[in-house]
């Protein structure tokens, strides 16, 4: 690159030693003497600094000095070759270099004098007949940029000298510089407005054409949300109109359509689709997954709201790419709430930029680390610390419950302890988050159950705990004491349900002895021992003293003996009587 930039200069210089070369061999006047003499400055001759750029980069580069110079000097023209071009490379080259609104003056300036000369009675005679068709295109779009009055007569000079065929072209370059559009293709309207207004000063004349200008694209804007309007609402009803075989491809077609608004009611109508139980096909999902990327920031979150719901396949990939390049946050909070069915190391990098973002991405991007961790994902350590940095215990009213859980996964020991100090945080929802972050820890078994004795909402994280770990009747009772403590639904088809769904996961022997601990209160011993039956305990008579023991908790009368089946008697069968004769 730097070679490049190094060469363009070197050819400017040697296309300048060239006019200099080609001057000196015509004949001019002879120099004055002088020992103080200056050697000439070369001719400027942009048609042949522009033919002897090679590529691309140096064609660009000799564009820029060739509307420097037009700035600087606004007596150059536009060469005739490059009017008679066709395609017009040249100029339109010129028209696509130029980056600020004084090139393009400058450059309207020099078309202006390419196509105007004046008779020797100083009238402007105007030449259109050598512009090429590319290049005429191009020439209206120089002029219609400009906000000069001089640009306006070229204009409208043009439209008189034009056929019908072409006037259409030249009245929409006039509109577009000056937002009247009720004057049509008609060149004495256009003379008379301009001979109204062209002696106005620099300043009203530009604000005239501000204005009518603005008014245009306000007129334009609104026939176009018209016509959209009409074109979703018409194609709404075409869709509902369509028989059911026939929908998939229709609505394959509107989700890739060029028109926003199409794309937009056809995530709509997917997801009516949807609420009635209609599941999409291929073809449909491939076209969601598309709108992941769409330009339009509308699209893309409810792009991501269906993905997140049907889950197409191949959206995994579709979604990660779709994230690492998604800039607006509203629409990646919904990405990444997506992204946790379907967790993608390869966004990881995404994930924590939206992590470190702030809301509305922080608590998705937590979430989706959460799904990383796991789906079975290990970051790196320089990814752990900025992690860790995210889910600071200290920072309690910042922290999110998501946060929480990965805390107890990366943090190690440290981790640990800070999670089990929020237990006692008098944020509901950050002690819930972190009983069930403790939940898979044996140590932790007794830290939560007296983290219940303060909140009994905890006490069903506490009870599955205990189920797991340590399934033992000094604990199955102290669960069972702590419920009895709690007000009771009236409605629960059990009146311990915490304590009953742990007793069915604890051994008979331990729930026996739970029960005998808790004899004296009924309610507690029918929730641990629940209808008791001989198969609940071990064979054998020890089996037998258990079982009998829980029926006496329970105040059980003695089962009956089950009676003895008694055998049918057997009997004589009767011998069929002999028919009688003629019978």
Not at 87 to 113: C, F, G, K, S, Y
Not at 151 to 178: F, P
Not at 391 to 399: C, I, R, V
């Amino acid at each position: 690159m730097r070679g490049r930039s190094k060469l363009v200069p070197a050819v400017l210089a040697v296309l300048c030693c060239a006019v200099v070369a080609q001057a000196a061999n015509q004949p001019n006047d002879p120099p004055e003497e002088s020992s103080n003499s200056e050697v000439a400055a070369p001719a400027f001759d942009p048609v042949a600094m522009l033919a002897s750029a090679g590529d691309e980069a140096t064609r660009t580069h000799v564009a820029r000095e060739i509307l420097r110079r037009f700035t600087t000097d606004t007596g150059h023209a536009i060469a005739q070759p490059w009017l008679a071009e066709d395609p017009a490379a040249a100029l339109r080259l010129l028209h696509d270099t130029a980056e600020n609104q004084a090139q393009n003056e400058a450059l309207a300036t020099a078309l202006i004098r390419g196509l105007r000369s004046t008779t020797a009675e100083g009238e402007a005679r105007w030449s259109f007949e050598g512009v090429s068709s590319d290049a005429r295109t191009t020439c209206l779009s120089i002029l219609s940029r400009s906000l000069e009055p001089a640009s306006c007569e070229a204009l409208v000079a043009w439209l008189e000298a034009s056929n019908n065929g072409q006037r259409r072209a030249v009245a929409q370059a006039l509109v577009t510089m000056t937002g009247r559009e009720e004057l049509g293709a008609d060149p004495e309207a256009w003379r008379q407005w301009l001979g109204r207004h062209k002696h106005l000063t620099e300043l009203a004349w530009r604000t005239m054409l501000a204005e009518s200008v603005r008014s245009r694209g306000q007129r334009l804007a609104s026939r176009e949300r018209d016509l959209v309007t009409r074109l979703t609402e018409l194609s709404r009803r075409l869709y509902a109109a369509l028989p059911a075989a026939e929908r998939p491809a229709v609505l394959a077609s509107m989700l890739a359509d060029a028109e926003p608004s199409l794309r937009l009611l056809g995530t709509e109508l997917l997801l009516r689709d949807l609420e009635r139980g209609v599941t999409p096909g291929p073809e449909v999902a491939a076209a969601l997954t598309n709108l992941l990327e769409d330009p339009q920031a509308q699209i893309r979150q409810a792009a991501a709201v269906l993905v997140d719901r049907i889950v197409p396949e191949g959206s995994a990939a579709r979604l990660s790419v779709a994230l690492r390049k998604e800039t607006e946050p509203d629409v990646a909070a919904v990405m990444l709430r997506a992204f946790r069915r379907s967790p993608d190391a390869a966004a990881i990098d995404a994930v924590l930029r939206w992590l470190e973002h702030g809301e509305p991405t922080r608590t998705g991007a937590m979430r989706a680390i959460l799904s990383l961790l796991e789906s079975g994902f290990t970051p790196t350590p320089e990814q752990t610390s900025r992690i860790l940095a995210a889910a600071d215990p200290e920072q309690s009213t910042a922290l999110i419950p998501s946060a929480v859980a990965v805390l107890a996964r990366l943090g190690g020991d440290d981790g640990l302890i800070a999670v089990r100090s929020l237990l006692y945080t008098d944020r509901p929802d950050i002690r819930r988050a972190a009983a069930d972050a403790l939940l898979p820890e044996p140590a932790y078994v007794e830290d939560l159950l007296v983290a219940s004795e303060a909140d009994p909402a905890l006490l069903q994280r506490a009870a599955d705990a205990v189920a797991r770990h340590k399934p033992w009747s000094q604990y199955l009772s102290r669960v069972a004491t702590m419920e009895l403590r709690t007000p009771t639904d009236a409605s629960a088809p059990e009146p311990l349900p915490i304590t009953s769904g742990l007793a069915r996961m604890t051994p008979a022997s331990e729930r026996l002895a739970a029960a005998q601990e808790l004899s004296r209160r009924p309610m507690a011993v029918k929730a641990i021992l629940g209808t008791p039956t001989r198969e609940m305990f071990i064979e054998g008579p020890a089996g037998d003293r258990e079982y009998a023991h829980a029926r006496g908790l329970l105040k059980l009368p003695d089962p009956k003996p089950e009676p003895e089946a008694i055998e049918p008697a057997e009997t004589e069968e009767m011998p069929e009587p002999e028919a009688e004769p003629g019978g």
